[in-house]
Structure formats: structure tokens, C-alpha cells
């Protein structure tokens, strides 16, 4: 809100508190999704650390009533919460992959419908909100100091808020928090009629009931700034006469061919097909590659940059190798953190760490007694406090089975939801080196040949040595 960088001090560091908003779930979520999710995880590491698990809430909505539900659902045959319940699992789903944390508390937004209607009673009771036809609407020049976070004049916001002609609304930038429903649309009886809400009202609602009327920390993508958000701080700063949120954090647009990658601009690429197309290592690429612009600048995203982090990781596993993990995560890279999530400044020190601990471990090669590599170890455990490194270098390279199972069972039109096919086990990989083996040295060569095409054809690459055979995975 004030535009700048600001030090940050808890209202109750007993009691930190952060909310993000979470997603519409009424589709696959793109990449330029996740930058929030994947950010503000980073930033829920970093408050946890300092305050202790146990004093931060961080609450991450999910918004399962709106109108884009509601065509999807039309469109589909089902009803809005099958659409909401399938495209939550594929989100949660595409989260855990990123190796995100599940928050604190993950509020529906169909879960409070009481809260929502007793808010708008009380701002109608303070004469910021009215009834029209069956809505409410805010009252927008009943607040005084209404656009103080987007800081925009009142006429670019009228124009902004791209508001529908409505000959209900006594100002042009008042915006709907509650709206009919026809009978066969979803809706909830309300003093109104039956009718359903604002997606700005859920959140108000939602951070009322899970964090209080002062929130330390509200975050999300910078096109929440406005309207979502200013109207949000409209809705609660109004209902509550107190400051709604102490700190706002936006990150900035993930950029693909040019222009932010979203829906209506018809460049997306979905977190789902991008796992699919990196395989196993995909998803640790995609979140390391999501941090390696700061928050706050646009990330452009390709392909390449994906295969770039792979590449790093590939390299940062290797160099970890037989290490443990440092009880401590280095001070340089906290340091980083602690200064505006700076995620570029933190990687960069993580490299230092790697060349460094490469360097020991060729110094020692051949050596009796391998002394302890402390820059592998410390690389480890900054990999793991940033949420990368979650499997054994052994998993890394030799692959892990994922298994993608559907959500539910529920078959949408053009949707994508198949199994990702199966990484093929180790037990299974080795049995058939086994067979193999036994084959070649049964003078069977034409069944070792088969097996060793067979296990290329899946992608894995056999090293043969004079005592043993070595196998890894291709890329
Ligand atoms: P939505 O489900 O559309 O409300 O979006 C979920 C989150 O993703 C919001 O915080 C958006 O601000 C954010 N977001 C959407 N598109 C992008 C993008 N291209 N880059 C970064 N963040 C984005
Ligand atoms: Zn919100």
C-alpha cells in the first residue's frame, strides 16, 4: 500500500497471519498460477522459521462458487461442485508436485454463506452497502478513502472496473457483492431472495472468520491489486472500522510469447501438461525455475528455462551426493530471504555452495578418510528449506514412480486428465538387469539384446563395467 519496502513486525508474534488468495477452480491452473502459490510458500517457510510453526496461520481459499463454475459446468452436464471438486483435486494435486505446503487452513468459499450475509447486513446497517433488484452493492463514495492500494484515480477506476450498465447501481464504480440466482442456477436464500456471491465478499468473509478483522500479511498476483483486493479492503475496512491488513505483497506476471501467459490471451500452458511433458524431475524444475526471477519482476517463461533448472538440479544432486543435510540453513541464504524474498540472491549463493563443494570433493578424490564436504551439506539444506531436494540423489537419477491418479471419476469434454504413465519401479528396472545378466551369461545374447532395447525404449541408460552394471535414467 505505501508503495515500498517496509521491515516487518508481527501484530502478535504468537499469532502471524497471512492469507493468499487461492484459486477459481473451473479449469486447469496454468503456470503463471503457481507463481503465487509457489512465492508465498517460500514466504510461509520463512515466517514459520522465524515465529515458529505453531504461531503462523496461513489461510489459501478456494473459491468453488462463481459464474465461470457455473458456464463450466452447464457446458459439462454437472453440477458446480462436481466441477469444483474435480478441479480442486487437480489443484491440490498440482501443488503437491511443485512441493508446496498445504496451509494452515483452506476455506470454501460455499463453506460461508452466513458470514457473507451477516457482513453485507452490517455494511448495509452502516450505510455503505444497499439493496437493488435482488443485489447488494457496495456503496463505493461511501468510503472516503476507497482506492488507497491500487491508487488510482476514481475516474480510471470507473473505467477499470470494467462494470456492466446497470440501472440498479447509484454509482457507476459500485460493485455487486451479492446477485440474484435463477432457479436452475446454484444460489442461497438471504434477506434478498435467493441468490449467490461477489467473489471480492468471499475473501472478506473468509479473513474474518479464519485470521480477524487485522491481518498481517495479504497476498496474491498483481492483477488482484484491482479490483479484487481494493475492494476487498473496501468491504472489510468499512464493515470493521479497522485497518484491514498491515502488509500487502503482489508477485509479478509470469510472461510467455510476450505477453502475461492467461486464459483470455489463449498462451497458457497448464501445471498438469507441464508435468507430464518433464516427467519426474518436472516438478521440482518448474518451482525452482519459478524462483529464479524475484517475486515482485515479471518471470518470462519457456521451455528452456525448465530444462535449465533440470539441469542445475542434476548438477546440485550430484554434488550432494552421500551428504547429509546441515542442521543449519546458511546464513547467506537466509539473508536473502529475509530481504524481500530475494529467491535470485538466494539460488546464487546456492551455486557458490555447489562449485565449492564440487571443488572438495574432487581435492579428496582417492583419498582415505572422504572428509566431511560442509558446502554439500549446506547445499542440501537449503535445497530442502526452499521445498527442492525432496528426493534421495538415488530417486533423482534413477527416477520415482509417480503416479497420477485421477482426482475422481468424472469425464469432462477436452479435458486432459489422463494417467501419467508410470515410471517403470527400480525393483522392476532391476529385475530386468538381472535378467539380462543371467541371459548374457548364459550365451543368450539375443535375449540380453532384447532386454537392453527394451529398457532403453523406457528410458533407461545401462553403464556396463567389468564388475557390475550401472543404470540411470535419460531425461
Ligand atoms: P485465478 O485462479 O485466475 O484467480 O488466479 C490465481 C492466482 O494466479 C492469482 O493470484 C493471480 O493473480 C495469479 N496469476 C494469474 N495469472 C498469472 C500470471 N500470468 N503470472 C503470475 N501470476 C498469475
Ligand atoms: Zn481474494
Redesign the pocket.
Known amino acids: 500500500m505505501s508503495g515500498r519496502k517496509e521491515l516487518f513486525e508481527p501484530i502478535d508474534a504468537k499469532n502471524v497471519r497471512l492469507y493468499v ?1 487461492g ?2 477452480v473451473y479449469d486447469y ?2 503456470i ?2 503457481a ?2 502459490y509457489v512465492v508465498f510458500d517460500i514466504l510461509f517457510r520463512m515466517l514459520r522459521r522465524a515465529y515458529g510453526d505453531a504461531h503462523v496461520t496461513y489461510a489459501r481459499n478456494i ?1 468453488d462458487i462463481d459464474d465461470k463454475i457455473m458456464a463450466r459446468a452447464v457446458k459439462e452436464g454437472k453440477t458446480t461442485a462436481e466441477i469444483a471438486d474435480y478441479y480442486t483435486g487437480v489443484y491440490h494435486h498440482d501443488l503437491d508436485r511443485l512441493n508446496v505446503l498445504k496451509p494452515t487452513i483452506e476455506p470454501k468459499a460455499t463453506d460461508h454463506l452466513p458470514e457473507m450475509i451477516a457482513m453485507m447486513q452490517v455494511l448495509i446497517g452502516k450505510g455503505h452497502a444497499y439493496e437493488a433488484e435482488g443485489h447488494v452493492l457496495f456503496d463505493v463514495p461511501s468510503m472516503k478513502d476507497y482506492g488507497k492500494l491500487s491508487h488510482r484515480p476514481m475516474d480510471e477506476m470507473i473505467a477499470g472496473a470494467r462494470v456492466e450498465v446497470a440501472p440498479y447501481k447509484k454509482n457507476p464504480q459500485d460493485f455487486v457483492m451479492w446477485k440474484p440466482s435463477s432457479d436452475d442456477q446454484p444460489g442461497w436464500d438471504s434477506p434478498w431472495g435467493r441468490g449467490r456471491p461477489g467473489w471480492h465478499l468471499e475473501c472478506s468473509s473468509m479473513i474474518e472468520k479464519h485470521l480477524g478483522e487485522t491481518i498481517d500479511i495479504h497476498a ?5 491489486v484491482f479490483p479484487h483486493h481494493e475492494n476487498e479492503v473496501a468491504q472489510s475496512e468499512c464493515a470493521h472500522g479497522e485497518t484491514f491488513v498491515k502488509y500487502w505483497m503482489h ?5 510467455f510469447g510476450g505477453g ?3 486464459k483470455s490471451e489463449g498462451n497458457i500452458q497448464t501445471i498438469d501438461g507441464l508435468l507430464k511433458k518433464f516427467g519426474y524431475k518436472g516438478g521440482e524444475a518448474l518451482r525452482l525455475m519459478l524462483l529464479t526471477a524475484h517475486y515482485r519482476q515479471p518471470l518470462d517463461f519457456s521451455d528452456e528455462i525448465v530444462i535449465e533448472q533440470r539441469r542445475r538440479l542434476d548438477r546440485w544432486y550430484r554434488v550432494v551426493m552421500g551428504t547429509f543435510a546441515s542442521p543449519k540453513v546458511p546464513e547467506e541464504v537466509i539473508q536473502s530471504l529475509e530481504d524481500d524474498l530475494n529467491t535470485p540472491k538466494a539460488i546464487a549463493a546456492m551455486e557458490k555452495l555447489a562449485d565449492k563443494a564440487k571443488r572438495q570433493k574432487f581435492a579428496s578424490m582417492g583419498r582415505v578418510g572422504v572428509p566431511h564436504n560442509r558446502a554439500a551439506a549446506d547445499l542440501r539444506a537449503a535445497c530442502n528449506f526452499l521445498g527442492l531436494m525432496e528426493m534421495s540423489p538415488d530417486e533423482w537419477f534413477k527416477g520415482r514412480e509417480v503416479v497420477q491418479k485421477k482426482p475422481n471419476s468424472i469425464h469432462l469434454s477436452g479435458s486432459k486428465a489422463t494417467v501419467i504413465k508410470d515410471v517403470p519401479g527400480e525393483a522392476e528396472i532391476q529385475r530386468m538387469i538381472d535378467e539380462r545378466y543371467k541371459a548374457r551369461s548364459e550365451g543368450d545374447y539375443e535375449t540380453a539384446d532384447r532386454i537392453r532395447i527394451e529398457l532403453e525404449e523406457i528410458g533407461v541408460i545401462l553403464e556396463d563395467s567389468p564388475t557390475a552394471t550401472e543404470w540411470r535414467r535419460k531425461d
Open positions: 488468495c484459486p477459481t491452473a496454468h503463471g498460477n507463481r503465487p473459491t496474491g498476483g498483481v492483477d488482484l508477485n509479478g506476471y509470469l510472461v502475461k501467459m492467461s
